[in-house]
């Protein structure tokens, strides 16, 4: 009797979040863990966005409003847009959405048709893979190469997955978990095949402004990328308004007409009031932000100084994202350990340090030899990693 239907089975999902029960497990029973495996933010949002939020609701934003999203908040979305990329969008370019990730699955949905072939990274955000395969697509994850300079695609890798039946580019920049940045060049190239080839790219932007240094670019900017390309914007991270889930999807009229569309016929239209809070978020004082992004950078610059003179272990510090990719290939080799999911294990239950590994984020790739961890520091205040990364030491170094 009980039989769901089939397609279910396709449908992935993220794999961190046992992760974080498994931490919870240990927290019930009284022992102290380092959230090291979260996503989150453990800082709360700005009290002049929680204010708008609390304005709109006192002035009755509390029925439906467009699908699209109202329109304060598409206007203010495509000045956000345009004022740091080389686009020119209008209130039309722009989707909102109840958070970033419904963009991934909506913008498959409106281009994808069964049997087209999907570039997108692994390591990466679980979510790509589980909708291609979910709405019939066909998965083509590509990879990249770990070098002194951080992590960078394997163009040729890339070229290779490339074939007629090739229909869309998932791009991640800056990358979740790698914390990879792609350099100008190897975006020039991504952008150059990616026309060559007729794709149609999603562009998830999801870290584009928790950048450290300067400004953070995107590949729209490039030439022919306007109008095959739908950027995956979030409210979640820049404005640290994870559990709020506002986003957006921006790009061409005609393929946002489409979201829309499938908006209507989902959620109906993301909460009336929460897009207030966005308004105030993009319209409202900055400077709250530009704070949070400071302390995600002290943190980064604790946790990889806390890590200092750790044996075995190697990474590249990135400019980019709240995760910290470290391989820890040569540590697991001198402890005899193979399995990264069993060093994951046996270090929360010795030290309480709670961090994912590669495998959270797809399964290896063939040839793929080296063991890798992601710390997220997002969630974990600079007195914890210190504590966190010394017992996470200690317990390598006991191997040495
Ligand atoms: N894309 C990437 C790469 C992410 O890491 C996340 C969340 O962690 C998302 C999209 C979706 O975030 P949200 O739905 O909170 O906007």
Sequence with gaps: MKKLAKRNELLGTETAYAVSAEASEYVARGIKVYPFHLGDINIITSQNIIDGCMAAIKAGKTGYCPAAGIK?????????????????????NISIQSGGKPVIGKFLLSLM??????????????????????????????RYIETDDGFKFDIDYFKSLITPKTKILIYNNYQNP???????????????LAVEHDLFVLSDEAYFDVFY???????????????????LYTFSKKFAMTGWRLGAACGPKWIIDSINKINTNDEACTTHFI???????????????K???????????????????????????????????????????KMGMTDVEVFRKDVLAKTGVSFTTRNHFGEPLPGETQKYIRFAYSGINEEEIIEGIGKFKNYIKSFY
């Design 72 to 92: 304060e908040l598409r206007e203010a979305m495509s000045w956000e847009m345009n004022k740091d990329r080389d686009t020119d969008y209008t209130w039309e």
């Design 113 to 142: 048709e069964p049997g087209d072939e999907v570039l997108y990274p692994s390591p990466g955000y679980p979510i790509y893979e589980s909708q291609i395969n979910y709405f019939g697509g066909v998965i083509k994850p590509y």
């Design 178 to 192: 790698m914390g990879a940045c792609s350099s100008e060049e190897e975006m020039a190239e991504l952008a150059r």
């Design 213 to 231: 240094e300067g400004k953070g670019k995107s590949i729209v900017d490039y030439p022919g990328m306007k109008e095959r390309t739908v950027i």
């Design 275 to 289: 897009q207030y809070a966005g308004v105030e978020a993009i319209r409202g004082d900055q400077s709250y932000s």
């Design 291 to 333: 704070e949070l992004i400071k302390t995600l950078k002290r943190r980064l610059d604790v946790l990889c100084d806390a890590l200092k003179d750790c044996p075995g272990i190697k990474y590249v510090k990135p400019k980019a994202t709240f995760y910290l990719f470290v391989n820890v290939t040569e540590a697991m080799k």
